[in-house]
């Protein structure tokens, strides 16, 4: 289905006609034919090699991709208000408005194809994929605004801890759309997260930043959440998108279904700016900006490139390994993002916040093993099925 599980298909088939063309060469006394068919294979090998050594290469360029992302996109963006920003849609406008990016990819994929096919095709996206892209980018660029409002409140600690719940509602919403079953790893897992967002909540009067009321701290920890549920509905949509697409689903479609999706985000988010009168803003909030104005603009492009390195890490990460892999990055993310916060903005680190932390992380280990364990026992499936 994916150009990164399709590769076993063509070794196969290599395997086997050299296989019978060696039992051809024999049957006919050829020495220079076999001499030929050896060549052809050595050169399969090698072409195997350079394929397993690019997937490596992507697999370790996406991940640290995602790892700078999701790490240093909340500090980034946290770094914003805590200075003095005050504008939300520009925040959440900043979270995809980094999309332009992934022309540089599609173009090196474009042409690395074109080599092989003259005639192939310029783009993959179908009418319908389309649509449902866009779709999903308009409730992406709502999600951006409900984290970024949220996040205007809280510490990028706190934020972290309860964006970890959208993992308890993926595993809900992938229920209901994909009809993906509930399983006692993924059922503890949503146990797990629930009591840590509930501890935290519990406890917010240690853990408000200097000015934040507690009526501001209680919006944001609810808009947070709602951004991770938000979230945690789009992924199942993402998925049931690829299983309605009449095509196969390759990188490169992947990566042109993120671009309109994060046109059409970056889209919702500036009428969203429009509308509040950001864009005019700007310069005085620059000029009044706590850091200065040059580090001002430094820090709205670095929040724009860290989100989209996030955007197109997840993306790579999930096409080219899995989202087994995927899952358990986000988990390692999420301590370094809290000691990243203690670090450079001195926000408390509560026991309560600790206790947290410690069931955020049982809750993806318990639903990444039981991934991994279901993912065993379909391929087990799958061999048994195939060598009868």
Known sequence: MLETEELGVPILQDLHQHRQSLLHAKKHGSKEAMEST??????????????????????????????????????ISRLYFRHGGHRQWLSSFLETTGFPIIILPLS????????????????????????????????????????????????????????????????????????????????????????????????ASSDRPEGVSKREYFVGFFLTLGAAALYGLV???????????????????????????????????????????????????????????????????????????????????IFSANTLLAAIITAVCIPVTEILGVIFFHENFSSEKGVALVLALMGLASYTYGEYSEDREKKKAAAVSESV
Not at 141 to 151: Q, R
């Open 38 to 75: 050896y060549e052809k294979h050595q050169n399969n090998e090698e072409d195997q090699k350079i394929n397993r050594s690019l997937k490596n290469l992507l697999i370790i360029i996406n991940c640290t991709l995602m790892i700078l992302g999701n790490s240093g996109g909340p500090l």
């Open 108 to 203: 090196f994929s474009y042409f690395h194809r074109r080599r092989r096919d003259p005639n192939t095709k310029l783009i993959f996206i179908t009418l319908p994929i389309f649509f449902a892209s866009a779709f999903l980018g308009l409730m992406t660029g709502l999600d951006d605004f409900l984290y970024a409002y949220g996040l205007s409140f809280l510490p990028v600690s706190t934020s972290a801890l309860l964006i970890s719940t959208q993992l308890a509602f993926t595993a809900f919403f992938a229920f209901l759309v994909v009809k993906q079953r509930f399983t006692p790893f993924s059922l503890n897992s949503v146990a797990l997260l629930t009591v840590g967002a509930v501890i935290i909540g519990l406890h």
């Open 235 to 317: 992924l199942p949509l993402v998925e049931l998108t690829y299983r309605k697409a009449k095509q196969a689903i390759t990188y490169t479609l992947v990566m042109e279904m993120q671009f309109v999706m994060g046109f059409f985000a970056t889209a919702f988010c500036a009428v969203g700016m429009i509308v509040n009168k950001d864009f005019q803003i700007i310069p005085r909030e620059a000029k009044e900006y706590g850091l200065g104005e040059t580090k001002y603009y430094l820090v709205l492009i670095s929040n724009s490139i860290l989100w989209q390195c996030f955007f197109l890490g997840i993306v790579g990460v």
